[in-house]
């Protein structure tokens, strides 16, 4: 059964960057597509970014392109979110989740999730 932890988030200023981590254990990484997702207080969660199982297509959300960088580490078995130029907007709870041999996008049914970081952008 697969297992997925996020890790990394924490408080940051407007402009700033934050890493968020994604550990999967108890099954290899390597065969599985991961997004990112996001849930801001009262509002729905959304697709943030999404890295296909083969590594050959990322897609992200328009409100993150040019700022969000995913990326995973097959070795350590972790997924990688690269935050950067940060603004109060991007305040949310970040999920990731992972899906067997999926494209990565954010409309494929992901079956794994972790529990969520909570990231914080103050202006």
């Known amino acids: 059964q697969l297992q997925l932890v996020e890790s990394g988030g924490g408080l940051v200023q407007a402009g700033g960057s934050l890493r968020l981590s994604c550990a999967g254990s108890g099954v290899f990484l390597g065969s599985y597509a991961m997004g990112w997702f996001r849930q801001a207080p009262g509002k729905g969660r959304e697709f943030v970014s999404g890295?296909?199982?083969?590594?050959?297509?990322?897609y992200y959300a328009d409100s993150v392109k040019g700022r969000f960088t995913i990326s995973r580490e097959n070795v350590k078995n972790m997924v990688y979110l690269q935050m950067d130029s940060l603004k109060p907007e991007d305040t949310a709870v970040y999920y990731c989740?992972?899906?067997?041999?999926?494209?990565?996008?954010?409309?494929?049914?992901?079956?794994?999730w972790g529990q969520g970081t909570q990231v914080t952008v103050s202006s």
């Open positions: 989740a992972a899906e067997h041999y999926g494209s990565g996008e954010g409309t494929r049914q992901y079956d794994y």
């Open positions: 890295l296909s199982w083969n590594d050959r297509s990322t």
